[in-house]
């Protein structure tokens, strides 16, 4: 069974620029959460989607934005990129929504803003 | 505020001895204790988790014990090997969350020495 993909692994972005994200959960997995990964401040929630609807959303600036395909498939944005924004990001899927449901980590993107 | 909090922040054990990695909340609405692994380069993966009506999970070497009077939970890893040098992370969900938002500590980083 195929784990969590995200696409693309590494990406390069200049200030101001705007990137998306890529997530394809596990297949039969229905729940789609967005992490934020930096030295300093650890994993940080950034959103999750099921069935296509945003359920839960972290302390970020409407800057990072996402959403989900009837597919499950996930995309994040971010726009107006900072250097504060280099970080990894990680996508997690859970098969269900709801609590104490195992959540199951792709290998993330690294951005870096420059 | 950090809503999981994780000690130490790195730890040396030689092969063969005894890892513990401590996480503490403040929570009581938290009902879903996870640990993660994460090796360079590589997205968390789900090591072991537990519910607290349980005092005590056990999978091979990996121990999770669990304290709710003291809101407290403990990763051991037994008969430490040089293939577990990761970094790990606690982390916890809340019955109050509607999908699948995970508190993460701030991770601990494990050498063990051959």
């Known amino acids: 069974k195929a784990g969590v993909t995200q696409t693309p692994r590494y990406l390069i972005k200049t200030r101001g620029q705007q990137v998306t994200l890529s997530c394809s959960p596990i297949s039969g997995h229905r729940s789609v959460s967005w992490y934020q990964q930096t030295p300093g401040q650890g994993l940080q929630f950034l959103f999750e989607?099921?069935?296509?609807?945003?359920?839960n959303k972290g302390n970020f600036p409407g800057r990072f934005s996402g959403r989900q395909f009837s597919n499950s498939r996930s995309e994040m944005n971010v726009s107006t990129l900072e250097l504060g924004d280099s970080a990894l990001y990680l996508c997690a899927s859970s098969i269900q929504q709801g609590r104490g449901t195992e959540a199951f980590f792709g290998q993330g993107t690294r951005l870096t803003v420059v | 505020q950090q809503q999981v909090k994780q000690s130490p922040q790195s730890l040396i054990v030689q092969k063969g001895g005894i890892s513990i990695i401590n996480c503490a909340y403040e929570n009581t609405a938290f009902d879903y204790f996870p640990w993660y692994q994460q090796f360079p380069g590589k997205g968390p993966a789900l090591l072991i988790a537990?519910?607290?009506?349980?005092s005590e999970k056990k999978e091979g070497r990996f121990t999770i014990s669990f304290n709710k009077s003291a809101k407290q939970f403990s990763l051991h890893i037994m008969d430490s090997q040089p293939g577990d040098s990761a970094t790990y992370f606690c982390?916890?969900?809340?019955?109050?969350?509607?999908?699948?938002?995970?508190?993460f500590g701030t991770g601990t980083s494990l050498t063990v020495i051959p």
């Open positions: 989607y099921f069935s296509e609807t945003q359920r």
């Open positions: 982390a916890a969900s809340s019955k109050a969350n509607t999908g699948n938002q995970f508190y």
């Open positions: 537990i519910r607290p009506d349980v």
